[in-house]
């Protein structure tokens, strides 16, 4: 099939099937479907669109069909995304599992694990959550402590997680856990998938800055996980992660330049700008000035990118750029909108369920440059691998 | 002009930072806001500091008050910065009391002073109508009606408002020129909207609809009520600037002490040359921090006349300062530093509302270069 | 549009890097200008030029021309940028070649494009008549006179105006609406002063003094000049950004290799996590400013209707980053980059002077401001 | 006396010998008088105060009589300071042999050395250059190879230093010169004074990238000085440089916010402002306001730093917050001439004599955050000794 019939029968079909109430933007987190054991349907049409978008495979349509894919080449991937893009239609489903597992699973997963777990995570059945960090390891993932000790076939698990986000409302967990404690720091490490449902599995959210979060706290209890659950081989988690850490890093920055409010329209919601529609601070106005060249070289850059890349140029450390630059940028953004704002901006609560959300948005950015490897780490990456400069 | 505390003024640095530290730390703080304190400050607290001669600080001997100077002022919020003490010293006892003290006639100054130095009342100051602080954009008017006045108009985010008994609003009069109007919060015609802000301060939205007034509400003690006012507005700035100085150095203190203790890779993260350049740099930015706020601090004790543009300079750079000083600790913590269990967020929080209000950096800078003329 | 290059342009940047390394390498522009070129470039290189084709890379066909687009203009400006190769490539094959594209009557293009192709005029194209760049304050004026004009006005530091044979001088007609006139530069009434610039360069200032013009000196071939002059603009702003880009990268390039080898306290100074960061830091910066260089030289070529808001942001990106490139360069070499026989101070001086030339960062922000419309 | 009585004589004794010419602020390098054995008076105002002012001590008016100075108390020479000040008065002899060599004299050196050397610095009659750099050294100053080897009672000297301000306008230079090779880097360094009219030493001008420059490069070749000249014990050296520094600095410092164009006076040199006197550019306006800021709070700084030294603290480390915010302020300063002159600015060569300054300032503005000990040496002092961060 041509690409252009193929676009045809694509744009037809998402035409005949996507419910109307899917072709408008989702107004907040719980317009997003992340389907899950527990999962509640905001709407018929969500719960519609995710099952019919899920029998075609095109919840992960580069996936292959044996997995719950689409079976669809780049290109027609691409022309899915598109023509969604053009009807506005919602993402059908979202998800770690899709992000980030999924493509780990795709390259480093037994078969069993593959037709196990995939498809499931294709249909939203199930809802992953990931297991990296620990209290005290930050940026120096390998430092982890989480023990697993072989007992017969199985782990059994002790440690504490966190920023496990969303681990309260998971079922699964993808967690690093040292499996070989005499080996050197990287090596020692597996990837293991445990059930949540787990004895000794247990999970509590974090209170953050910006008030209730996404993330949690977990901990290990003596919780078992036999040796099949294992990614890879055992001590292999170390590259099994970073490899995931790349398709965080660049979820965090199509976070950082996705929508949401930006200073010109802080401007105008908080009466700032005079009859000319200039914003009406000149200092301000300058600021965000320089902040909208930023925001368009980003742009480019993205764009810039995503062309080597299709060109075969691989991506590499320039990940770190990018992740860097978005982020910073981002904080930038939020704090403009916050200086925009005034006194406005600095409203916690209020009789409006939007109250507040501007000084939400703002402190939750300042994760960007922590979460996904901190800024810091980035330069190192950048400093180390792309310029090759020597070490101390 | 000195730059260094005499030793009456070491005294009162040191003995606010005792007594803030041991009654008002940070946990005091958490406490008032996880309870919803429906003030957002501390009763008690508040008559501790009358008790101790720190409401009247900026009143003459006269009326009961200490008459310490604004340079002393600035010392005992630079403190309250370091604790994030939350109380409405700088509303009533540094703004209404430099009001009442610039503009009140004999009588108004005998009857509210004193009750400001007892501490039995809270007063706030509303000049604010719009998001960003603008003291030129006031549409509240104060007419005459009879031997009184009428005042309408709104005022927004007055600060300690939700527990204000009176208001000393900015209006205009029958001419257009800025007055200053003297308003219990119970009368006629006055309603009130509290509004909890980032930093859990509980200030309030006014709306004045045809309040009908004493003619005696009016301040009419100055032979220059907009120059009054200007010099007013400066001294809550320097006065905020402080308070921002100290937020900023209290965040930098535990920032240092967290990346020395801090350890990655093996090595305590303070050991890293990136991060003690930038730990270097920001001591250096907070050092020109605290000499341009004293410089203004004391400038409105020695010689007000040159004051405006050391307020407004020392605002701009004391809330970029303490911004930074805050951001770069939340980045330094790392993930913690984004948890509500440690403080440094409550630090960035303070430092973006403490920066907002009387004029952020942008508009400090613009006020500036006018005041410098280009 | 595509971020990465077609065969036919990596070969034309290919080709223009070996030749610029081997011909006109930073130690030919030094031997230019330690002997006082009087035209501050070379006469012989820019034959080769036009021998390459280069001269013709925006002219027509028809015109002998390559008509090879804004993009690889940009291409081969970046690589004079890289070698601080100074000639009227920019003024002569870039501005004054899309001013006669875009404004000039079919006659003109016939008469003067050609030339241009040859290599055997230099055209230079006179708009600023202050310190700063403003396109909106143009006081010459070309008023009707029989069947031709008459001009009065000055021009500044109109770029290669010492050697140009010619400029086109952006002027107001009798209506106040701006309009483009071909002068030769030998013209009764024309005056120009050579000014030697702080990157060794030569543009020089005019002053037309009732310049009596023949009716063709005028370019009236569009339908809408004031449309036309804005593009041209647009172009040499996105091309002059490209000149900068190449600047920083160079600039970046041999910085880089300088750390690597320089040695401080026993280990390379590369390897000083304090330098590492700025680096990595400042290689960002450099790859935001390629992307948006190439965006707004693609639009150019494929959209132009939405090119302005792209010039305007490249221009202010590639000034502010090769400023700060060349400025973190000196630095990092340290004391000898202070001095003349180090390249880094050469580059530094060349970004300065390319930086003003039709918008420097700050006028750029105030564009992209106005453009976005606020 | 009292101070007022001080004050009220200094005040009329100024008046009554500081000579017309010597009351207007000075135009150029020409108009600062350097002295030294060739010294050309630019005029007789100039010789004539110099002898008036080096009569009294004047020119060094807090040293000793016994060394030619004034033997004022610090406050009779703040005094002296403010009434000159107050009159417009030029000083009427600047040096480096005031400013380093004569305090490193005061507290190391022998009595002999005192008497043979203060006097004729504090007539000026003998004109000094510092030898500390060497190609290569940089920031690594104690890594220097120059080298002293003894023969009898002399050293015979060999190597090479650089940044020899105005070496080639000088009597004598104070350098470093390692005397003993195996000692530790910092240890076998001494401090030694050599005639410039030694036989083996010569000298060469640097030219900068803002031109013709006062910097020389030194050459020694079997240059030969005798023990007696050594500062200090041998192998001090480092002590007394590191002491010197600290002068070094501050004087970069007050060069820093010393006077010179700045960008509100740029902007009405170059026409570049609106009919109500405001910067034209709007973004222009607000990163001069900015500047202006910053400008402000680090003049009330060094006010602030200079109360507390006057009250006992000592500045010590500060000293670098000082050389690096003040250097960093300046730089700022040139760039923002630069942009608010426009293309006057690029300016190189014209008919006027002062053509070209403005470019050549800024381009030498560059090195202040490099001289002296760089930005990135003061930010690891300000580290180390201020905040005392652990070493890697």
Redesign the interface.
């Known amino acids: 099939m041509s690409l252009e019939t193929f676009r045809k029968e694509t744009r037809d079909w998402l035409e005949a099937n996507c419910p109307p109430g899917m072709r408008v933007p989702a107004k907040g987190e719980a317009d997003i479907c992340w389907g899950g054991r527990n999962w509640t349907f905001a709407s018929d049409d969500q719960r519609i669109w995710l099952e019919r978008m899920a029998e075609r495979g095109w919840t992960v349509p580069a996936w292959p069909k044996e997995y719950g894919g689409g079976g669809l080449s780049k290109e027609e991937a691409f022309i899915l995304k598109d023509e969604m893009k053009a009807m506005k239609a919602r993402s059908p489903l979202d998800s770690f599992g899709i992000w980030m597992l999924g493509p780990a699973l795709l390259k480093y997963g037994s078969e069993e694990q593959k037709r196990e777990h995939l498809p499931k995570i294709a249909r939203g059945e199930i809802r992953w959550c990931q297991g990296y960090s620990e209290p005290g390891a930050g940026s120096d993932l390998a430092s982890l402590r989480t023990k697993g000790v072989l007992d017969g076939d199985e782990y059994v698990i002790n440690g504490q997680k966190v920023w496990t986000s969303y681990a309260d409302k998971s079922d699964w967990i993808f967690a690093l856990v040292r499996t070989e404690a005499d080996a050197p720091k990287h090596l020692g490490i597996s990837f293991i998938l445990i059930d949540m449902d787990t004895p000794g599995v247990s999970t509590k959210p974090i209170k953050l800055i910006s008030g209730k979060s996404p993330f949690c706290e977990t901990f290990f209890d003596d919780a078992r996980a036999p040796v099949s659950h294992v990614v890879g081989k055992p001590g292999q988690g170390w590259d099994i992660a970073k490899y995931l850490l790349s398709h965080e890093r660049a979820g965090i920055v199509s976070d950082a330049v996705s929508g949401g409010l930006n200073p010109v329209g802080a401007a105008h919601l908080a009466g700032e700008v005079d009859e000319k529609g200039q914003i009406a601070d000149p200092i301000l106005r300058g600021d965000v000035a320089r902040l909208t060249i930023d925001a368009l070289a980003f742009e480019a850059t993205l764009r810039r990118v995503k062309d080597e890349a299709d060109k075969g140029e691989g991506v590499g450390a320039k990940a770190s750029i990018l992740k860097y630059v978005g982020t910073e940028l981002n904080k930038r953004r939020h704090e403009l909108n916050m200086s925009a704002l005034g006194s406005d901006g600095l409203l916690w609560e209020g009789e409006k369920e939007e109250d507040g959300d501007a000084a939400r948005s703002w402190l939750r950015s300042r994760a960007n440059s922590i979460e996904g490897g901190t800024s810091e780490i980035q330069l190192n990456i950048v400093a180390k691998r792309v310029l090759e400069l020597p070490g101390t | 002009?000195?730059?260094?505390l005499n030793e009456e003024e070491q005294m009162l640095r040191d003995s606010a930072r005792s007594f803030l530290t041991e009654t008002a730390p940070v946990t005091a703080f958490r406490k008032l806001r996880d309870e919803n304190n429906p003030d957002g400050f501390s009763r008690d607290l508040w008559s501790s500091m009358a008790e101790m001669g720190w409401t009247g600080i900026l009143v003459e001997e006269d009326h009961g008050g200490a008459d310490f100077g604004v340079f002393a002022a600035g010392l005992l919020l630079q403190e309250m910065g370091r604790t994030l003490t939350p109380s409405p010293f700088l509303s009533t006892a540094v703004l209404a009391a430099t009001a009442l003290r610039a503009a009140g006639s004999d009588a108004q100054k005998a009857k509210w002073l004193p009750k400001i130095v007892s501490g039995e009342t809270v007063i706030g100051f509303a000049v604010?109508e719009?998001?960003?602080?603008n003291p030129e954009h006031i549409n509240t008017t104060a007419k005459k009606q009879g031997n009184g006045l009428v005042l309408n108009g709104t005022k927004?985010?007055v600060a300690n408002g939700a527990a204000a008994d009176a208001v000393i609003v900015v209006a205009r009069n029958e001419e257009g020129a800025p007055c200053l109007v003297l308003v219990d919060c119970n009368q006629k015609g006055v309603t009130r909207k509290a509004?909890?802000?980032?930093?859990?301060h509980l200030?309030a939205d006014f709306t004045f609809e045809d309040v009908a007034l004493d003619g005696d509400a009016l301040l009419d003690g100055a032979e220059d009520t907009e120059g009054a006012l200007k010099h007013i507005l400066d001294v809550g700035r320097a006065c905020i600037a402080a308070e921002s100085l100290g937020v900023a150095e209290q965040a930098f203190d535990v920032t240092?002490d967290y990346?020395?203790e801090?350890e990655?890779?093996g090595?305590?993260i303070?050991?890293?040359?990136?991060?003690?350049?930038r730990?270097?740099?920001l001591?250096?930015e907070i050092?020109?921090?605290?000499?341009?706020v004293?410089?203004a601090l004391r400038t409105l004790d020695e010689t007000p006349s040159q004051a405006p543009?050391?307020a407004a300079?020392a605002k701009?750079?004391a809330t970029a300062v303490s911004?930074f000083a805050t951001?770069e600790g939340?980045?330094m913590f790392?993930?913690v530093?984004?948890?509500?269990?440690y403080d440094i967020?409550?630090y960035?929080?303070r430092a973006?509302?403490a920066g907002?209000f009387l004029g952020?950096d942008?508009?400090?800078?613009?006020q500036?270069?006018k005041l410098?003329?280009?």
Chains 1, 4 share one sequence.
């Open positions: 002009m000195s730059f260094v604010d719009r998001a960003r602080h927004r985010f509004r909890r802000t980032v930093d859990s200030p240092i990346i020395k801090r990655q890779f090595v305590p303070a050991s890293f040359q990136g991060l003690q350049h730990a270097a740099h001591l250096s050092e020109m921090a605290r000499s341009i004293m410089k543009i050391w300079a701009a750079k911004r951001s939340i980045q790392g993930g530093g984004m948890t509500d269990e967020g409550l960035y929080k973006q509302a907002e952020d942008a508009w400090g800078a613009g500036v270069a410098s003329g280009y």
